[in-house]
């Protein structure tokens, strides 16, 4: 039976392969039975779910990977959220180590921030906690009605270099643009390592992004001082007035600062997706000395030809956590390496249910890291 006698239960949202080893992994540590439910697609590719036992007044944690069908994993997390929510379940806590659409987290253009969307969606389905790990910006937690814990993966990532990278003393911790410094500084503080930033034309931060407030939208009954009709494009400020245009950014030629010759080169960051920007650090760094080049990151989502430009690329080897199911990229690539982290959600899992602090979890976190 999956009631013990804490009297709190495990679900996994899907039931593809990655997920169920995650589930499984958490609920092994905690010494209790994972759920029974069954989550299908109907022959229309509607998502269907069915929670086979009794929850009623118990507190329940889904855990619900992304894999690459983002959109159908959050309407597997919903409905199961919405099912055990009508089958008076006491609390519902969604376990989501990568949490999807948190790079739509700033409004671009006329577009929409979808994160907070999203945590409208599963607020409304009945969630009323959510683990993850390594949000894309801090500030996302902000979007929620509900508390959100957000744990780190660094402990494991910097565990992993110190067992696993040979003469990690001679490495040096590389930020691929100055947006990711604070996490590569964080790195390379509590390894003792020196520190590198790139910096260039072909970096391209999301801050450099256009969000369209320089493009207001085209009034066409327009009027002049004049009170004469001016066409959309000949709009003019308030007369007397002169208001000063933004310079356009000009990025400089790419540079690293830092000197990597003769070291290894370990590149940080939170998401690997598209890896364009990391193969052209990575042959950067071999041009500037480096004889080695890793990359660490969180959530290895590993998008399209992401295995084949890894596996072609000066990098020596891509390192990521199991918040993200990446076992066919593995096949792929065997430049890839997976470190697990079930042990921390499982205990984040342990404590939420027995009421003790979390602040074990985050010793020796500070604000920026």
């Known amino acids: 039976m999956n009631v013990a006698k804490s009297g709190y239960r495990v679900f996994s949202a899907n039931s593809t392969p990655a997920c169920i080893e995650l589930s499984k992994r958490?609920?092994?540590?905690?010494?209790?039975?994972?759920?029974?439910?069954?989550?299908?697609?109907?022959?229309?590719?509607?998502?269907?779910?069915?929670?086979?036992?009794?929850?009623?007044?118990?507190t329940i944690f889904i855990i619900q990977t992304i894999p690459r069908d983002v959109n159908t994993a959050i309407m597997e997390l919903l409905i199961m959220a919405y099912a055990l929510k009508t089958s008076c379940a006491k609390n519902i806590i969604?376990?989501?180590?990568?949490?999807?659409?948190s790079k739509q987290c700033k409004m671009r253009k006329r577009g929409s921030i979808v994160c907070k969307l999203l945590a409208s969606m599963l607020a409304k389905a009945g969630l009323?906690?959510?683990?993850?790990?390594?949000?894309?910006?801090?500030?996302?937690?902000?979007?929620?009605?509900?508390?959100?814990?957000?744990?780190?993966?660094?402990?494991?990532?910097?565990?992993?270099?110190?067992?696993?990278?040979?003469?990690?003393?001679?490495?040096?911790?590389?930020?691929?643009?100055?947006?990711?410094?604070?996490?590569?500084?964080s790195y390379a503080e509590r390894l003792r390592?020196?520190?590198?930033?790139?910096?260039?034309?072909?970096?391209?931060?999301?801050?450099d992004m256009a969000d369209g407030r320089h493009s207001p939208p085209c009034v066409r009954n327009t009027f002049g001082h004049s009170g004469l009709e001016l066409p959309c494009k000949q709009q003019v400020p308030f007369p007397?007035?002169?208001?000063?245009?933004?310079?356009?950014k000009e990025k400089p030629p790419i540079t690293v600062v830092g000197d990597v010759g003769g070291?290894?080169?370990?590149?940080?960051?939170?998401?690997?997706?598209?890896?364009?920007?990391f193969v052209a650090a990575a042959e950067i760094l071999k041009e500037r000395g480096a004889y080695k080049i890793y990359i660490m990151a969180t959530h290895g989502l590993l998008s399209a030809d992401a295995p084949r430009l890894i596996e072609e690329s000066?990098?020596?080897?891509?390192v990521v956590t199991n918040t993200v199911p990446h076992e066919v990229q593995k096949l792929q690539c065997p430049k890839i390496k997976t470190v697990d982290v079930s042990m921390i959600l499982a205990e984040a899992i342990r404590r939420i249910h027995n009421g003790e602090s979390m602040a074990y979890l985050f010793r020796n976190i500070t604000v920026d890291d």
């Open 128 to 185: 009323t906690h959510i683990i993850t790990m390594d949000l894309h910006q801090k500030e996302i937690q902000g979007f929620f009605t509900f508390p959100v814990d957000n744990l780190r993966a660094s402990p494991f990532l910097l565990q992993y270099i110190q067992e696993e990278v040979p003469d990690y003393r001679n490495a040096i911790i590389v930020a691929k643009s100055p947006s990711a410094a604070k996490r590569a500084q």
């Open 314 to 318: 000066a990098i020596d080897e891509v």
């Open 263 to 277: 070291r290894i080169a370990i590149i940080v960051d939170d998401i690997i997706d598209d890896v364009e920007d």
């Open 193 to 207: 390592l020196g520190l590198a930033v790139m910096h260039g034309e072909a970096q391209c931060s999301e801050s």
């Open 240 to 248: 007397g007035i002169e208001l000063p245009i933004m310079m356009a």
């Open 26 to 58: 958490i609920t092994e540590r905690l010494g209790v039975e994972l759920g029974k439910s069954v989550v299908y697609q109907e022959s229309n590719r509607e998502t269907r779910v069915e929670i086979k036992e009794s929850v009623r007044g118990q």
């Open 94 to 101: 969604g376990v989501i180590p990568y949490f999807p659409y």
